[in-house]
């Protein structure tokens, strides 16, 4: 466990906010000018009151709004493969020995996760999710998955496609970027000083080169935590902080799903309001970011989940588009009701500044820590 009492990692010298309406009011400013929250100021984010959340939750709506209006990006996760990993990620259901109940299967056909991306794009969604289980792919996996991006681009020119395989080797993401992959997917989901409890069988830092070989490529890096693992409050700042480094254009928020069968099986910690603090602490460490309520919502933010759009702007949709399509529906539903609106395959996500190409944003970020840009780790 991370111990609370250490070293700022930001070097920041932010006064304590003891006061909820000055912190907020300082957050809103930071974040409308794209300036990420010191340690201390998301510390102090986390340790609002149940009472205060109302307030964080409008501080943070003011902050997305500024970047991503009342849009909401809708996502869909396809699995090519599912089950059957050697890792030993202890939240998760597909991990060595785990005893949970779920598919397992190897890879699906290029046509098959074509038909399966279809239902995710008739319900709205902009981006395409490939994921599959394992520690990484070999090289002729990463044919495999070439195939299918070529396949959902074929049938969905404008889906956006990102591809979420495991730990990269060198020249894989190139070959991906060049099939027509837009994005890549790769948490760092907790901190480092906590990473050796969840995960035996791989290291903080490959995480964090394959978010890099990722970006260097010329994907889109995605990249987020989970919550609801155990962690202190010092870590989920600490894992948004190192985020905020690696400056991904997406930050995934995961809720834990205890499933039955994995080391974590018991774990319910977390509380709606709970939940929002930890969104809203995102947002603030990553204002400018695309920032994606994603798996767990249902279960952690339950009635509270139309609240969670002020913060987030960006969601996934869930399996069960592909059978009666139900859920997907009353998502939209809680979209427009909630004031929001699902973001056009026209309109671009990011605000206009994260979108440069690449070659000037280095030059941008070579400006060092400080400066309202993160340098690229
Ligand atoms: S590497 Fe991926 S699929 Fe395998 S146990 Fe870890 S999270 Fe699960």
């Given at each position: 466990?991370h ?9 920041g010298t ?13 957050l809103v400013t ?8 010191t340690?201390?100021?998301a ?6 009151d149940?009472?205060d ?6 501080a943070?709506?003011?902050v ?7 849009r909401v990006?809708l996502?869909?996760l ?9 890792e ?5 259901s597909q991990?060595?020995?785990?005893k949970?109940?779920?598919l397992k299967?190897t890879w ?11 239902a995710?794009?008739?319900?709205g969604a ?17 044919d495999?998955v ?8 074929e049938e ?11 730990l990269?080797?060198p ?5 991906l970027?060049?099939?027509?992959a837009d ?5 760092l989901n907790?901190s480092?000083?906590?990473?050796g409890?969840?995960c ?5 830092e490959?995480r964090?080169?394959?978010v890099g ?5 010329g994907l889109?890096?995605?990249s987020?935590?989970i919550?609801g693992m ?6 989920l ?6 985020l905020r480094a ?7 928020v ?6 039955e069968g ?5 774990r319910w910690?977390l509380t709606?309001?709970r939940?929002?603090?930890?969104l ?7 204002p ?6 994603a798996g ?5 933010l ?31 539903e ?6 929001f609106e699902?973001?056009?395959?026209g309109?671009?996500t ?10 000037d944003?280095?030059?941008v970020?070579?400006?060092g ?6 340098p690229?780790?």
């Amino acid at each position: 466990m991370h111990p609370e009492n250490h070293a700022p990692t930001d070097g920041g010298t932010a006064p304590a906010h003891t006061d909820p309406h000055v912190l907020l009011e300082t957050l809103v400013t930071k974040g409308r000018r794209g300036e990420s929250a010191t340690r201390e100021e998301a510390l102090a984010v986390l340790a609002l009151d149940d009472a205060d959340t109302l307030d964080l939750v409008a501080a943070a709506g003011r902050v997305r709004r500024r970047w991503f209006g009342r849009r909401v990006k809708l996502n869909y996760l396809v699995n090519l493969k599912s089950g059957l990993c050697p890792e030993d990620c202890g939240y998760c259901s597909q991990r060595l020995g785990s005893k949970a109940e779920i598919l397992k299967y190897t890879w699906l056909k290029p046509e098959e996760a074509a038909r399966a991306a279809g239902a995710g794009v008739s319900g709205g969604a902009k981006r395409v999710c490939l994921v599959a289980s394992g520690r990484g792919p070999t090289d002729r996996d990463i044919d495999r998955v070439s195939g299918t991006v070529e396949a959902i681009k074929e049938e969905h020119p404008e889906v956006e496609v990102c591809a979420c395989l495991g730990l990269l080797s060198p020249g894989q993401a190139e070959r991906l970027r060049e099939a027509g992959a837009d994005a890549y997917n790769h948490n760092l989901n907790t901190s480092e000083e906590m990473y050796g409890e969840i995960c035996t069988t791989h290291g903080y830092e490959d995480r964090k080169e394959t978010v890099g070989m990722a970006r260097g490529a010329g994907l889109s890096a995605c990249s987020g935590l989970i919550a609801g693992m155990g962690e202190s409050d010092a870590d989920l700042v600490d894992v948004a902080l190192e985020l905020r480094a690696l400056d991904p254009d997406s930050v995934p928020v995961n809720f834990l799903i205890p499933f039955e069968g994995t080391p974590l099986a018991e774990r319910w910690e977390l509380t709606p309001l709970r939940a929002l603090r930890i969104l809203a602490m995102v947002r603030f460490v990553c204002p400018d970011a695309e920032v994606r309520l994603a798996g767990g919502r249902e279960v952690h933010l339950r009635g509270l989940q139309p609240l969670a759009l002020h913060v987030a702007n960006s969601i996934f949709l869930g399996d069960y588009l592909t059978s009666e399509g139900q859920a997907g529906k009353a998502d939209l539903e809680m979209i427009a009701d909630a004031g929001f609106e699902v973001e056009g395959a026209g309109t671009e996500t990011l605000p206009e500044h994260r979108t440069e190409p690449r070659t000037d944003l280095v030059t941008v970020r070579r400006r060092g820590a400080g400066t309202d840009v993160a340098p690229n780790a």
